[in-house]
């Protein structure tokens, strides 16, 4: 069935180093969000893309969604300790279906 | 800003006993979801109302049923809880389709 792959699951890296995740569908997607979850938290939108080849971009992190509208990326420029947290991507699929990522932990080592 | 809140943070209940979730949002958001999070599997969709009285399966909705009698209320009703329902239980609106999501603080409820 339709879904969307997420990798890594984990990542930790030092403070100061860039940090990437990324969603994979193997249908073609409407759009996709990402959200962010800090931990104990709840999920928090970051950002919706909606279009072939869109870049946006929120101070340090860029969003990427694929010419094809079957990937996205979410880099990380310098990380810092605030950067701490899940990020999941969701994406929603023609037919009204909607399905979250699997989510990549982020842990910042000071 | 948009408000969605929970009845319960912490919820522990019995093999079998019937489990009511409640969720409240006061932005009048015509969309309201309910998700399970469990570790490594991500957010995984119950289910989903667009209308007062009217409900959406999501991809695991078995051994769940909704509610929806006023907009701004979604409640999740487990009719005879399991352990394997032991998990995350995440409310959230939308003003419309899958828009941008408001999620609540969850409930975390364990089944023994």
């Known amino acids: 069935g339709q879904q969307v792959m997420q990798i890594p699951q984990y990542q930790h890296v030092q403070e100061g180093e860039d940090f990437t995740t990324y969603c994979n569908s193997s249908?073609?997607?409407?759009?996709i969000q990402w959200y962010k979850q800090r931990p104990g938290g709840h999920p928090v939108f970051l950002i919706q893309?909606?279009?072939?080849?869109e870049v946006k971009k929120q101070k340090r992190l860029t969003f990427q969604f694929g010419e094809a509208k079957k990937n996205s990326s979410l880099h990380i420029t310098a990380t810092q300790t605030t950067d701490v947290g899940t990020y999941f991507c969701?994406?929603?699929?023609?037919?009204?279906?909607?399905?979250f990522g699997t989510g990549t932990s982020l842990t910042v080592i000071p | 800003d948009v408000k969605v809140t929970q009845s319960s943070r912490y919820l522990v209940k019995r093999t079998g006993e019937k489990v009511f979730l409640e969720c409240v949002q006061d932005m009048d958001h015509e969309n309201m979801f309910w998700y399970r999070q469990d570790p490594g599997l991500g957010l995984r969709l119950i289910y989903f109302s667009y209308d007062v009285k009217m409900k959406e399966k999501g991809d695991i909705p078995e051994g769940y049923s909704v509610s929806r009698e006023k907009k701004e209320r979604f409640s999740l009703i487990l009719e005879s809880a399991s352990t394997n329902q032991t998990s995350m239980y995440l409310c959230?609106?939308?003003?419309?389709?899958?828009?941008?999501?408001?999620f609540g603080p969850g409930t975390r409820l364990t089944v023994t």
């Open positions: 249908t073609t997607l409407s759009n």
């Open positions: 959230a609106s939308s003003l419309g389709g899958f828009a941008e999501q408001y």
């Open positions: 893309l909606v279009k072939s080849g």
């Open positions: 969701a994406g929603t699929y023609t037919g009204n279906q909607f399905y």
